[in-house]
């Protein structure tokens, strides 16, 4: 390609902290909830590389059309594949199209069309613009992409911290999960955390159902917790795990955890988990559709023992990330983990959010 420079090219990275920056030199931005992509562009031929520098052009060949016709003949941009539908972004959606058959990633790309919304510019004709301070490549970034259209985006962007705390808590409805805040004059620097992110962050009470061993050490020491919700119908439902025990934690929870092994298959409300199928009412012990060798196996607890964890993001009705383990509730019941301790923020269009 005849660029500055050529793909693949590590993307700059974020480190999270707890509240929004203060200071006249930040850029804001909403944090997205997709595939970080970074676009190459030379003239017909484009290359889009994922965060780990894998392509992702076959997985998403409804975008190369919109790219030719709404980006520069030759450039180089960062940015979010995103997938919108029904007012939300759907990251479910974007993980299905990880798929190795191409009339399966066709069916899907017509069915829910993918959408790329850029935050950064890296270079342009013959300009790298790597060195160049944040504000710079804003302003050439806003002005490519200002006669832009639906499926490209330029994600929006603002100096007001408070409009910037206003992002972080009514576009979480729309399901992003955050704001992202750059120092104005930051150069773009590949594979480092130069960037600010800040997460939503809350607390739930979970059942527990059962663990996982933890790596090469069965018998010994437990790797995560498997966690429930009771839904409304009063079926308890897996939403995750909570794992990132330190090596001494692990084989005090096995310590902890043992008693309630015994008989714990008795009436166990994933008991049917081998016959379960993906959908729905998810269980622990499925194969993964992504990993087929991957161990998912798990023993069972009878569910007595309610933790309580931290998590970032709900997407549907199952943690986004791993959650945190905070401590044991003694004081609870497991039939007191349902859904209704969940906040629902209003969806905000993602339409809005995209100015379309």
């Given amino acids: 390609m005849k660029l500055p420079f050529q793909p693949p090219v590590l993307p700059m990275l974020a480190k999270l902290t707890s509240g929004i920056p203060e200071g006249a030199n930040f850029i804001f931005e909403p944090k997205w909830d997709g595939f970080r992509a970074m676009i190459f562009r030379d003239g017909d031929n484009i290359q889009i590389?994922?965060?780990?520098?894998?392509?992702?052009?076959?997985?998403?060949?409804?975008?190369?059309?919109p790219l030719r016709a709404h980006t520069p003949e030759r450039c180089v941009l960062d940015g979010e594949i995103v997938i919108a539908h029904g007012g939300v972004l759907d990251f479910?959606?974007?993980?299905?199209?990880?798929?190795?058959?191409?009339?399966?990633?066709?069916?899907?790309?017509?069915?829910?069309?993918?959408?790329?919304?850029?935050?950064?510019?890296?270079a342009v004709g013959d300009e790298d613009l790597r060195d160049r301070p944040q504000k710079e490549r804003r302003a050439k970034?806003?002005?490519a992409l200002a006669a832009s259209a639906?499926?490209?985006?330029?994600?929006?962007?603002?100096?007001?911290?408070?409009?910037?705390?206003?992002?972080?808590?009514?576009?979480?409805?729309?399901?992003?999960?955050?704001?992202?805040?750059?120092?104005?004059?930051?150069?773009?620097?590949?594979?480092?955390?130069?960037?600010?992110?800040?997460?939503?962050?809350?607390?739930?009470?979970?059942?527990?159902?059962?663990?996982?061993?933890?790596?090469?050490?069965?018998?010994?020491?437990?790797?995560?917790?498997?966690?429930g919700l009771?839904?409304?119908?009063?079926?308890?439902?897996?939403?995750?795990?909570?794992?990132s025990f330190k090596a001494e934690r692990r084989r005090e929870l096995l310590q902890e955890l043992t008693p309630l092994r015994e008989n714990?298959?008795?009436?166990h409300p994933w008991a049917d988990w081998a016959q379960a199928q993906h959908g729905a009412d998810r269980k622990p012990g499925m194969k993964s559709r992504w990993n087929s060798k991957k161990d998912l196996s798990w023993e069972p607890l009878r569910v007595e023992r309610v933790c309580e964890v931290s998590f970032d993001h709900m997407q549907g009705r199952r943690f986004r990330h791993s959650s945190h383990f905070k401590h044991w509730r003694v004081d609870k019941k497991p039939s007191e983990c349902t859904y209704s301790q969940l906040d629902v923020t209003p969806p905000y269009e993602v339409a809005k959010i995209f100015g379309a």
């Fill in 150 to 227: 639906p499926p490209i985006y330029l994600t929006p962007a603002t100096r007001d911290r408070a409009l910037a705390t206003d992002w972080f808590n009514r576009f979480e409805g729309a399901g992003l999960d955050g704001v992202v805040a750059k120092d104005e004059n930051l150069v773009y620097s590949p594979g480092k955390r130069t960037m600010i992110k800040i997460k939503h962050e809350r607390t739930l009470d979970c059942a527990v159902a059962g663990f996982r061993w933890y790596k090469d050490a069965k018998d010994e020491a437990i790797g995560s917790l498997l966690l």
């Fill in 264 to 267: 714990a298959t008795n009436g």
């Fill in 49 to 65: 590389q994922s965060r780990d520098l894998k392509p992702l052009q076959r997985y998403f060949p409804e975008l190369a059309a």
């Fill in 92 to 122: 479910e959606a974007l993980l299905q199209r990880i798929h190795p058959a191409e009339s399966r990633v066709k069916t899907l790309a017509a069915q829910w069309p993918a959408s790329y919304v850029a935050f950064d510019m890296l």
């Fill in 230 to 243: 009771y839904n409304a119908e009063g079926h308890l439902q897996h939403i995750g795990i909570c794992s």
């Fill in 141 to 143: 970034l806003e002005t």
